[in-house]
């Protein structure tokens, strides 16, 4: 038995437009066989049209769908049309997110809302929502994304991404605890700095910066989209992980173990 086969099964991918974290997500699960739901904002269509010809290419079934996490009723709306189009999900790996750089000063209420909104309650809406019907199934996958920035911060004002990525974390425990009964696991990977993707595409006009983070990474090097973060996920989506719940699994080239 192939441990890492997803033959037959099926994967929502959040944050799946092209130029993401998602995109290779997505692209490793149907490498190893899954079909794919693709979600993100409507105003990345064109992106997501970009992974779901990949998918394709593969020689697997993709359909996309838009949404804001952070609206219960667009999430329902987003894992009904998955349903529909599939019938059930095996596998849920919800990337969408986003960065605020911002003192805390002069960050507002709506801001501060919004970051945690999107990240942590976008989080726990996504995850419930899919997880109910995979009580249904009696069994599933869960991955949500944190950040090297999960248990520490970083050298930048970005106070409402590490306490709403904090927060994932522990809602990964969480959620794990109460769905193993269900033979849900939960995980949560945390990315070191992945190097371009749209959130991290503006270091580029940064080069000290970028070559400060390469120097503060055992590895000498930042992650790469293509390469660094596809194996994990395919671990975790797969039976190779059935015992592994509750955890948070940094792919961050040794940044957090100083
Ligand atoms: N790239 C990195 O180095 C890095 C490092 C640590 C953590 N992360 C995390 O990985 C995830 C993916 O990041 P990325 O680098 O691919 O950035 P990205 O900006 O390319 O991907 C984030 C995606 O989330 C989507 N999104 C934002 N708000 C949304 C909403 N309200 N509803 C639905 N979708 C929404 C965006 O459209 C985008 O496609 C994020 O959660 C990010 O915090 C990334």
Not at 108 to 116: D, G
Not at 213 to 227: D, H, K, S, V, Y
């Amino acid at each position: 038995m192939n441990q890492f086969d997803l033959t037959g099964q099926v994967s929502l991918v959040t944050g799946a437009s092209a130029g993401g974290l998602g995109y290779h997500s997505a692209l490793a699960l149907a490498e190893h066989g899954s079909d794919v739901y693709l979600a993100d904002q409507a105003s990345r269509k064109e992106d997501l049209e970009r992974t779901k010809a990949a998918v394709e290419g593969l020689g697997r079934h993709a359909e996309i769908g838009f949404v804001d996490v952070a609206d219960e009723g667009a999430v329902d709306a987003m894992v009904t049309a998955a349903l529909d189009t599939f019938g059930k999900i095996d596998v849920l790996v919800h990337h969408a997110g986003v960065m605020l750089r911002k003192d805390a000063f002069e960050m507002t209420l709506p801001e501060w809302q919004r970051i945690v909104d999107i990240n942590l309650t976008g989080t726990w809406l996504v995850d419930r929502r899919v997880a109910r019907e995979m009580v249904r199934q009696k069994r599933g996958k869960v991955i949500n994304t944190s950040t090297l920035y999960t248990n520490i911060v970083g050298p930048l004002p970005e106070s409402a991404y590490y306490a709403s990525k904090a927060g994932v974390a522990n809602l990964t425990r969480g959620l794990a605890l109460e769905w193993g009964k269900h033979n849900i696991q939960v995980n949560c990977v945390a990315p070191g700095v992945f190097y371009p993707t749209q959130m991290t595409g503006p270091l580029g006009a940064q080069p000290d910066r970028l070559e400060w983070m390469r120097q503060r990474t055992f590895l000498g090097r930042l992650g790469n989209p293509e390469t660094d973060l596809r194996g994990l996920v395919v671990f975790l989506a797969t039976a190779a992980s059935d015992y592994v719940t509750g955890q948070v699994i940094f792919a961050d080239g040794g940044w957090t173990a100083w």
